[in-house]
């Protein structure tokens, strides 16, 4: 049977999503802060609807008529993360307490908010540690939308890794950085995820509704400066060079376990970074 589900901001993973969802039969009501996506947008949901996630009543509106709410927003490069992720769940904690439709809340967090843990491995048990603001914000964001679990509802956190695909290959990212001297050793753990991946762990939590935290990686993180090199090589550019002089200040530095979703049935398909 499909659901009805609502995806509160769709951006590059909240897109992808929505399509998958859409071609599994599900009917997908995606939103935007911009009435100029309306067009694009309706051709991955069966309805758009342009709202800021701190707007109690239009959310409401949208919500109340969902089984499964997708919540991925994230703020444009130097936006604000108090604005766009924590008054969001602030304001949706109380819409989804009013809406007794609702069965299940995806959130997609970020692996951030372990903070560092001097690259050892983390799982889901390791206390987070957020190391900077934002990232502060993003483990405050996960308590409040965490509060709202009930008997009636599931909420389900997803703590990604950084996220690269399509459009937003490992090369695009970092080619600015080719033929040019870094600060640090680059001695650092890098942790991935592809966007099928992301698409496919959304897919799997939402048909096992799943509650509680999940990391969302793939198998092998790679020190900075390994994937870098390989990376460089691979394109043909100028090697990146590293200046231990300059100390690197890193908030986060740990490799991330996969192996809770992995018991929960999650195969990768990508369980290596493509360069
Ligand atoms: N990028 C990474 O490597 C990384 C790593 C770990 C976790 N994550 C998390 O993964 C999730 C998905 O990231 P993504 O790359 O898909 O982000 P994205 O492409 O930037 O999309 C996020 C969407 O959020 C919407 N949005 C922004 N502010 C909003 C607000 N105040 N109210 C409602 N909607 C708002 C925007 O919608 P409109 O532009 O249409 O208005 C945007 O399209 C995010 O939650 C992010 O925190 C990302």
């Not at 496919?200 to 935290?213: F, H, K, N, P, S």
Request: net charge negative.
């Amino acid at each position: 049977m499909g659901l009805n589900i609502g995806i509160i901001g769709c951006g590059y993973v909240g897109t992808a999503v929505a399509r998958r969802w859409r071609e599994d039969g599900h009917s997908i009501t995606a939103t935007t802060t911009r009435g100029d996506r309306r067009e694009e947008l309706e051709e991955v949901a069966q309805q758009v609807v342009v709202l800021q996630g701190n707007d109690s009543e239009a959310l409401a509106s949208m919500v109340q008529n969902q089984d499964v709410i997708l919540l991925s927003v994230a703020p444009p490069r130097g936006g604000d993360y108090q604005e766009t992720y924590l008054e969001t769940a602030k304001t949706l904690v109380p819409v989804l307490q009013q809406s007794p439709r609702v069965q299940q809340v995806i959130y997609t967090s970020s692996s951030s908010v372990y903070g560092d843990h001097q690259g050892e491995w983390v799982d889901e048990t390791t206390l987070v540690s957020p190391g900077n603001p934002n990232a502060r914000v993003l483990a405050q964001t996960e308590e409040v939308l965490l509060s709202a679990q009930s008997d009636r509802l599931d909420v389900c956190i997803l703590r990604l890794a950084g996220i690269y695909g399509p459009e937003r290959e490992l090369l695009k990212i970092f080619t600015r950085f080719a033929g040019k001297t870094r600060p640090g050793t680059g001695e650092y753990w890098s942790n991935w995820v592809h966007l099928e991946d992301i698409v496919e762990a959304i897919a799997l939590v939402c048909r096992q509704r799943c509650a509680g935290i999940y990391n969302l990686v793939n198998d092998v993180p790679q020190p900075m400066r390994q994937l870098m090199d390989r990376l460089c090589e691979f394109h043909n550019l100028a090697p990146i060079s590293w200046d231990p002089s300059v100390p690197l200040e890193r908030s986060y530095h740990l490799r991330l376990s996969n192996q809770k979703l992995k018991r929960a049935g999650f195969e990768l398909r990508y369980p290596e970074t493509l360069l």
